[in-house]
C-alpha cells in the first residue's frame, strides 16, 4: 500500500464531509453508504484503480461501479475529490437539483467518469458483469497493451438480494472473469431494518459455490482492504470481497442503524460527527493538504493514458478501427449491405418466419461488422440468433461472437447493457417476446442511458400455437411501445425484418426490440424497393386502384390478413389499403404531413394486431375498429388460434361490410 503523509482514514473523511454537506443542504439524500464505505473507496482510488480524469472516456480506463446507487454521494465526492473537471463545489451544492450533474441516483450520460445508471438494485452488478466480459472480447483481439483493465463494482445486500445479480454473479464464475472484482458493502442493515429480518443465507459460501474467488475484511481496516485488493487481482476468478463495515460511520447517535441509510443526518448530528472525526472544517471545504494528495491520483493517472494513447498509434488500422468505432455505418450503407437479400426475396417470395429471416439478415451482417455480439437465453435454436461463422466466448476464448446466457433472462439484458456500456461493440441478445416481461428492468435502462441494445424477441403473438397462454405475448407490444426512447419493430416479411435490422444497427442512441414470428408469413413485396421503407415507420404496402374507402393498418403477421381482405373486397367494389406499422415510435417522429398521407384522415380505419389495443388509440377515432385480443391465449394450432379469436380475413370483411 502506498503510503501518504495523511493518514488514509483522514482522507476518506474528505468524502464522508463532502457527501454529509451535499445530502444536509438537499435536505435529501443517502448518506449511509459513503460514510460507511468512504474507507474502501479510498484505498481503491488512491492505490489501485486506473483511470485519467482529463479523459473520462480513456478505452482502458478501470471500471467503477456504484450498484448501490443511492449512495451516489460517494461518487460525486470522489470525482469532485480526484479533479474532475465537471464536478465543481457548486455541482456538489446542487445535489439533487434540477439540471445538476449530481442527480439523486447515478446518471451515465449527465456525468463525466460515472459509468452507468444505477439506483434499481443490482443492476450494476449485471452491466460491470458485461463491462468484464467485453473487456475481455477486446483484450483478445487487441491485445494487453491496449485492453487490460478491471472492472469494480460496489454492491450492498439489497443488490445481492435481487435475482439480478445472482444469475450476472453465476455466469461471471462460469466465464471465469478474473478482471471482475465486487465489494460486498457489508453493513448487516436495510431500510426496513437489521439484514436479519429477512435474510440468514450464508452469502460467502454462495459465492465460493459460484466460482468466486472470496475473501472478508474490515472495511474499516486499509491495510487488509489494500491487501485483499491485491489478492484479487492475483486470482483467476472473479473476486468477492465481503468489507465489513458500519452504515453511517461517524455519526456516534446514528451510524450502524436504518436511520442513517436514506435521510440526511440533521445538524446535532453533523456537529457531534465532526467532533468524533476531528473535522473542523466548514461545508464543503476540503484543505488542500488533503485535496493535494486526492489530486495527485488523477495526475497518475494521466501518465498511463498518454503511454497508452503511445501503445495505440502503433496499432494496425485494422484494430484502431474497432476502438474509433469506424465500423458505424450510415444507414445508406446499411441499406446496401441488405438490398442483395431484398432483391432474392421479392424474386423467390419465400413463405418464412420472420425469426428464420432474422437469422439470414445475421449472416449478412456479421460477415460485415465484427462488432456485433449475440447470445440468447437458452433459446438460441428457437431465437435463431446464431449464425454458422459466430464462435461461442466461453472461459478458454474470448475470441467468438456469441454468449450462452443461459435461463438468465434478466442479466442478460443487464450484461448487454454493461457491454454497450463500455463501449465498440454492439449486443444483442434473443427470448421469447412473453419473457420480456423477465428482463423489463434493464430494458427500461437501456432505453434511459440511451444504449444501443437490440432485443431479438420471437414467438411474438398466439401465432406461436400450442406452447398455450404461458408463452402468448399479449400486453407485451403494448407495454413495450410505452417505453420513452425505445423501438419497437415488428416486421411483417423477410424484406421488412431485413429493414428492421439495418434501423437497429443504426440507431446508436436507442435500444431496439425486433419482434418475430414462429410461424411462416408470405412475401408481401415482391417488386424490389433499394428504399428502407420501414424508416418511417409505416407506409402503404397495398394501395387501391380507385379511392379508398377504408385504410386497414397492420403490423406483422396480421399485416397479410389485411392484404388478403382488401383483395377480396376489391372484387367486391369496395376499394380499401393496407398500411403496413413495422414501427410505431419512427412513424410518430414523421412529419405531419406524411401522417396524414399515410392515415388518411378521409377513411374509415380498421387496426388488426394479435394483442390488447391500448397503443393503437392514437391512430384510430371512435368510429374506427380495432381487432385483436383482450384475453389470454389458448393452447392449440395457430390457424385455430387466429380463427377462434377472430382475427381473421372474415372479421375484417364483417366490419367493412356493415359500414359500407
Known sequence: MSENPIEQRVLANAIRFLSIDAIEKANSGHPGLPMGFADVATVLFLNHLEFDPKKPDWPNRDRFVLSAGHGSMLLYSLLYLLGYEDMTKDELRSFRRLGSKTPGHPEYFITPGIETTTGPLGQGVANAVGMAISERILNSRLGDSIINHFTYVVAGDGCLMEGISHEASSLAGHLGLSKLIMFFDNNGISIDGSISLTNSEKTLLRYESLNWHVQEVDGHNPKAIDLAIC??????????????????????????????????????????????????????????????????????????????????????????????????????????????????????????????????????????????????????????????????????????TYIHYGVREHAMAGVMNGIALHGNLIPYGGTFLVFSDYLRPSLRLSSLMKQQVIYVLSHDSIGLGEDGPTHQPIEHLASLRAIPNLLVFRPADAIETAECWALAIHSKNSPSIIALTRQNLDTLRVTHDELNLCKFGAYEVSSSEKKPSFSILSSGSEVSIAIRAKEILEEEGIYSRVVSFPCHELFDLQSDEYKKEILQPDTKKIAIEAGIKMSWDKYLKESDHFIGIETFGESAPYKDLYDYFNINVDKILSIVRDKT
Open 231 to 400: 489478492n484479487a487481482k492475483l486470482d483467476n476468478r472473479p473476486s468477492f470481497i465481503s468489507c465489513k463495515t458500519i452504515i453511517g460511520y461517524g455519526a456516534p447517535n446514528k451510524q450502524g442503524s436504518s436511520g442513517i441509510h436514506g435521510a440526511p443526518l440533521g445538524k446535532d448530528e453533523i456537529i457531534n460527527a465532526r467532533q468524533l472525526l476531528n473535522w473542523k472544517n466548514e461545508p464543503f471545504d476540503i484543505p488542500d493538504d488533503i485535496l493535494k494528495i486526492w489530486r495527485s491520483a488523477g495526475q497518475k493517472g494521466s501518465k498511463n493514458s498518454d503511454l497508452w494513447d503511445s501503445n495505440f498509434k502503433l496499432l494496425n488500422s485494422e484494430k484502431k478501427k474497432l476502438l474509433e468505432n469506424a465500423e458505424e455505418l450510415d444507414l445508406n450503407s446499411l441499406n446496401k449491405i441488405i438490398n442483395t437479400y431484398k432483391k432474392t426475396v421479392s424474386k423467390k417470395m419465400p413463405s418464412i418466419a420472420t425469426r428464420k429471416a432474422s437469422q439470414e439478415v445475421l449472416e449478412i451482417f456479421c460477415e460485415s461488422l465484427s462488432n456485433l455480439i449475440g447470445g440468447s437465453a437458452d433459446l438460441t435454436g428457437s431465437n435463431n440468433t446464431k449464425v454458422n461463422e459466430m464462435d461461442i466466448i466461453s472461459k478458454d476464448s474470448f475470441n467468438g
